[in-house]
Each structure stands twice: as structure tokens, then as C-alpha cells.
């Protein structure tokens, strides 16, 4: 490899700081580091930097220096050209940040040399419908790692929802709103709000409402062979949707019917063990 991405937490001054030895430790061995020219750690040192297009287009690896949220802000550079993503954790959790602080040095090293194993990870798509065209960025589709969350905005009333599978109309529900998750983000807002941890080597898509007024309204897991859509059937105009815990520009309507299958894509997360999952979930869930 001669070009690595890296990205940290701005906003956490621990993770911009052991960014700055893995920066110099690249360095040291010869390697081109992209850093992007909105984070701060470029700002801040003074460091060359490059644009977000630059930056997905040249990287052969990404690494991440912070916990999941900044993994799930890394990874959305690397979905359109499969680019590696290696997560170093100064978080708490660490469900996709596997390389804890004290064998970063051992995992670059390693990552360098090629030893390491690539995990494949589902990613879902989503568009929006109103009426007979798409709403939306990026041609009206939408990639999620972890999740898509639809919420009623705080001074709005609470969302009337339909889940369709395969055109057929499978429950109604009224609820704060509803989350789409991969097995990826079973382990993130969809557990807590009473969602199933799944596996995440399985392929499927779990839908589960947030505070539903109905005692029928339950977690569901289906193939995502299915064609799933949620259908906005309240008078509201401003509720949210959130793509992986960021808020998009966009505001839902009454009516709206959002599609969600599994995309063509996938996360490459780089690993260096085989039952890293099963680790986190017995030392951070069970604790």
C-alpha cells in the first residue's frame, strides 16, 4: 500500500492525539497519508490535506481513529470503491473499532505486510418516494452501514406507519418512529430500543419501532431477499430521517413511502481475528 486514509474524532482531543502518532508512524514507513481537508487534525498541525472526492478515489485503505461513530463516518468514504476500513478504538464499545490502543502499532504493521482478513458486511439502500418522483441526495439513494431511523420531529405528532413486504401490508403501528437495521447495527439504536443482537456475518434486516403505541408493534427480522417498504400514513412535514446517527437535510411527509433493500455493496472491514465479535459482546455487553 502507498496511499492510507485517515480520519479521527474531532471533536475528542485523546483520538486526535494517538491520529497524530499513527500520522507519523505511516510516515516513517513510507506511506502517502490523505488526510481530509474538513477534519481538524489538518487545521490544527498544519498538515497537507485533500478534498473528500481525492480522498475516496486514491485511498487503498482507510483507518479510523476513534470509536464506532467515527468507523461509520470513515466508512462512508470507502462503499463506491470497497476501500478496506481499519478501526482503531479510543471508544467505548468498539463493535467495528477492533484494534485497541495498546496493538495499533503491531495492526499497521501487519496491514502494511498484507496479514490481515477482510470481513464483508451488509450495507442496506434506501430511497424515498413522494408520490411519482424520488426526494433525495446522490439520485434520491441513501447507504447505511448500521441503520436508517425515521423520527417524529418534537413538536410533531406521533407517526402513523405501515410496513409493506413484497406489496403485501404486514402491520400498522403509531410510534416515536422506527428504525431499519443491518446485523451490523443490531448492536446500536436498534437494541436499544428492544431490537435482537444478530450475528453480524448474517444477512438480513431488522425493523423495529421506537415507543409504538401498540403491544402487537414488535421487533422483525426478514431476508433481505424482500422488498421492504415503510409508508408514512400521518399529516406530519417534518419528520427525520437519519442515515448511520446523522441527521439528513431532508424533511418526511405524510405519504412518503420509504424503500429499503440490500445494496449491491458492501463494507470490506479489515480484521485481524475471527471471533472479535463474540469478544466485545462477552467483555463491553455483559459487564
Do not use: W
Not at 486514491?58 to 476500513?85: H, M, W
Not at 441513501?142 to 420531529?153: H, Y
Not at 405524510?254 to 472479535?276: A, P, Q, R, V
Request: hydrophobic fraction near 45%.
Amino acid at each position: 500500500m502507498k496511499k492510507i486514509g485517515l480520519i479521527t474524532n474531532n471533536n475528542k482531543q485523546k483520538a486526535v492525539n494517538i491520529a497524530m502518532h499513527v500520522y507519523e508512524y505511516l510516515l516513517e514507513r513510507k506511506i502517502n497519508v490523505l488526510l481530509l481537508a474538513e477534519d481538524n487534525m489538518p487545521l490544527r498541525y498544519k498538515l497537507p490535506a485533500v478534498s473528500s472526492d481525492y480522498f475516496s478515489a486514491s485511498a487503498e485503505a482507510i483507518i479510523s481513529v476513534g470509536g464506532d461513530g467515527t468507523f461509520l463516518r470513515a466508512a462512508r468514504y470507502s462503499f463506491k470503491r470497497q476501500i478496506p476500513v481499519m478501526g482503531i478504538n479510543v471508544g467505548n464499545l468498539g463493535f467495528l473499532t477492533e484494534v485497541s490502543l495498546k496493538d495499533y502499532t503491531t495492526a499497521i504493521d501487519d496491514l502494511l505486510r498484507g496479514s490481515y482478513k477482510i470481513e464483508e458486511r451488509m450495507l442496506l439502500e434506501m430511497v424515498i418516494q413522494r408520490g411519482k418522483r424520488v426526494i433525495g441526495d446522490n439520485n434520491g439513494a441513501f447507504t447505511a452501514l448500521n441503520e436508517f431511523t425515521l423520527t417524529r420531529d418534537m413538536a410533531s405528532k406521533i407517526i402513523d406507519l405501515e410496513v409493506i413486504v413484497n406489496g403485501l401490508g404486514i402491520i400498522s403501528f403509531r410510534a416515536d418512529g422506527i428504525i431499519i437495521a443491518t446485523p451490523t447495527g443490531s448492536t446500536a439504536y436498534s437494541l436499544s430500543a428492544g431490537g435482537p443482537i444478530v450475528e453480524p456475518m448474517n444477512e438480513s434486516m431488522i425493523i423495529t419501532p421506537i415507543c409504538a403505541h401498540s403491544l402487537f408493534a414488535r421487533s422483525m427480522v426478514i431476508s433481505p431477499r424482500n422488498n421492504l417498504e415503510i409508508k408514512l400514513k400521518s399529516k406530519n412535514k417534518n419528520d427525520i430521517l437519519s442515515v448511520d446517527g446523522t441527521k439528513k437535510d431532508i424533511f418526511l411527509h405524510g405519504g412518503d413511502i420509504l424503500k429499503i433493500n440490500k445494496s449491491e455493496l458492501k463494507l470490506k472491514l479489515i480484521t485481524f481475528n475471527n471471533n472479535i465479535f463474540f469478544k466485545v459482546f462477552k467483555e463491553k455487553l455483559l459487564k
